[in-house]
């Protein structure tokens, strides 16, 4: 029998941990005020300082060349494409020089899962990488890409994953979890590895020390039994290792895409299943806004229901530009999005650490 949903929402406000058919209930649930009052309590509980968090860095995507094929993914080409590319080398520093000098820290590595390329390739961008920047976190190959890795050098996971990190790895981006249901995976991707793959990359990197982010892409094919079963596995590795630094969830963008014919969820569907994630993922400490798929005021409006953290600047967003949905904010207009919610912005690095001046951290920066 179901339980009101008020006693639900108590339950998860108070740091108890929800089931799964607890957590279907709340999906369903369309008072979408009284799960974003939860969701906030419970952030408010999880983060009672004074300020928010931002943070600046720059989406690479280092080739768009992919074995794989994702009906979602308006980016890719396949290998024989002659707009496939490799982006140059002295390109790919230029982009990172650009981001340190808008105040970045960090640059999210990501491509499409080229066939051919050796790992040797890969420990040598990292290194080039490290050897011009080596203060910035390289937070690169989403866990499809580093799975599709062992596939084309065919070895072990750990010594992939051993050898990227010595060669200037830092950290792993979540994404390609879309949905981490396989009967979803099978739908929509061909090619890419599935559930359990994509958690044992993330198990086997956090073992090793590393940290990394989640992800879900959501309003597409699934269910909203298997939008929990998603939290659910990613709430257990957490468990398991407690290697994710946040989780970050956004709604299927669909034009230029192969699913073009589905309607985007909007904002009602994107909030109610943001604050459900607060409320259902107790072990996850922040949780990020997008704005970059949202605009700027749901992705503000978001961090009243349960998110604690604006996400990136995101200099480069190509993945989703691609797909036609792409909102561009200044980096005074996120700081000023969050003190219009009478907090202040601060910016911090992957690890949630604050990297800017207190006493600064009010002021807007002269940067667009
Ligand atoms: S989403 Fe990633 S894995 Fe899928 S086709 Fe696009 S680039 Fe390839």
Same mark, same amino acid.
């Given at each position: 029998m179901n339980s009101p949903i008020s006693t639900l929402l108590d339950k998860a406000v108070a740091g108890e941990r929800l089931t799964p058919t607890e957590g279907l209930q709340l999906m369903q649930c369309r008072d979408l005020a009284a799960l974003g009052r939860a969701a906030d309590e419970v952030t408010r509980r999880l983060h009672p300082e004074s300020f928010r968090t931002y943070n600046i860095d720059r989406n690479v995507?280092?080739?768009?060349?992919?074995s794989a094929v994702c009906d979602?993914? /308006?980016?890719f080409r396949s290998?024989? $494409? *002659? @707009?496939g590319y490799i982006l140059e080398r002295d390109t790919l520093l230029e982009k990172i020089r650009e981001t340190v000098e808008l105040g970045g820290d960090q640059i999210l590595l990501q491509g499409g899962m080229? *066939? +051919? !390329?050796? =790992?040797t390739w890969y420990e040598q961008l990292l290194a080039d990488i490290k050897y011009h920047?080596?203060?910035?976190? &390289?937070h690169g190959f989403s866990p499809p890409e580093i799975h599709a890795l062992t596939k084309v050098a065919k070895l072990p996971l750990e010594e992939i994953l051993t050898r990227l990190k010595a060669a200037g790895l830092g950290s792993l981006p979540g994404?390609? /979890?879309? =949905? !981490?249901v396989d009967r979803v995976r099978k739908e929509i991707t061909r090619g890419k590895c599935l559930t359990d793959d994509w958690l044992n990359v993330m198990r086997v990197w956090h073992q090793m020390g590393g940290r990394s982010t989640a992800t879900m892409m959501f309003g597409? &094919? @699934?269910t909203l039994e298997e939008r929990v079963e998603h939290l659910e596995r990613l709430r257990q590795l957490q468990d398991e290792t +407690? +290697?994710?630094?946040a989780f970050i969830c956004w709604t299927f963008q669909p034009d230029n895409? $192969?699913? /073009?014919d589905i309607a985007p969820s909007g904002a009602f569907e994107y909030l109610r299943t943001q604050a459900v994630s607060r409320l259902y !993922?107790?072990?996850?400490v922040n949780i990020q806004s997008s704005w970059v798929t949202q605009g700027q005021k749901i992705g503000q409006i978001a961090m009243l229901y349960g998110a604690n953290d604006m996400g990136? !600047?995101?200099? @480069? @967003?190509n993945v989703v530009a691609e797909a036609g949905t792409v909102h561009h904010l200044s980096l005074d207009q996120i700081r000023q999005s969050i003190r219009d919610l009478g907090y202040i912005p601060r910016q911090r690095n992957v690890f949630y650490e604050l990297i800017d001046e207190p006493e600064t951290a009010s002021e807007p920066l002269a940067v667009s």
């Amino acid at each position: 029998m179901n339980s009101p949903i008020s006693t639900l929402l108590d339950k998860a406000v108070a740091g108890e941990r929800l089931t799964p058919t607890e957590g279907l209930q709340l999906m369903q649930c369309r008072d979408l005020a009284a799960l974003g009052r939860a969701a906030d309590e419970v952030t408010r509980r999880l983060h009672p300082e004074s300020f928010r968090t931002y943070n600046i860095d720059r989406n690479v995507n280092y080739t768009n060349i992919c074995s794989a094929v994702c009906d979602f993914c /308006a980016f890719f080409r396949s290998p024989k $494409d *002659p @707009e496939g590319y490799i982006l140059e080398r002295d390109t790919l520093l230029e982009k990172i020089r650009e981001t340190v000098e808008l105040g970045g820290d960090q640059i999210l590595l990501q491509g499409g899962m080229h *066939p +051919g !390329l050796p =790992i040797t390739w890969y420990e040598q961008l990292l290194a080039d990488i490290k050897y011009h920047f080596p203060q910035v976190n &390289v937070h690169g190959f989403s866990p499809p890409e580093i799975h599709a890795l062992t596939k084309v050098a065919k070895l072990p996971l750990e010594e992939i994953l051993t050898r990227l990190k010595a060669a200037g790895l830092g950290s792993l981006p979540g994404g390609g /979890a879309e =949905i !981490l249901v396989d009967r979803v995976r099978k739908e929509i991707t061909r090619g890419k590895c599935l559930t359990d793959d994509w958690l044992n990359v993330m198990r086997v990197w956090h073992q090793m020390g590393g940290r990394s982010t989640a992800t879900m892409m959501f309003g597409h &094919v @699934e269910t909203l039994e298997e939008r929990v079963e998603h939290l659910e596995r990613l709430r257990q590795l957490q468990d398991e290792t +407690g +290697g994710f630094t946040a989780f970050i969830c956004w709604t299927f963008q669909p034009d230029n895409t $192969d699913m /073009a014919d589905i309607a985007p969820s909007g904002a009602f569907e994107y909030l109610r299943t943001q604050a459900v994630s607060r409320l259902y !993922l107790n072990n996850f400490v922040n949780i990020q806004s997008s704005w970059v798929t949202q605009g700027q005021k749901i992705g503000q409006i978001a961090m009243l229901y349960g998110a604690n953290d604006m996400g990136s !600047l995101m200099i @480069e @967003e190509n993945v989703v530009a691609e797909a036609g949905t792409v909102h561009h904010l200044s980096l005074d207009q996120i700081r000023q999005s969050i003190r219009d919610l009478g907090y202040i912005p601060r910016q911090r690095n992957v690890f949630y650490e604050l990297i800017d001046e207190p006493e600064t951290a009010s002021e807007p920066l002269a940067v667009s």
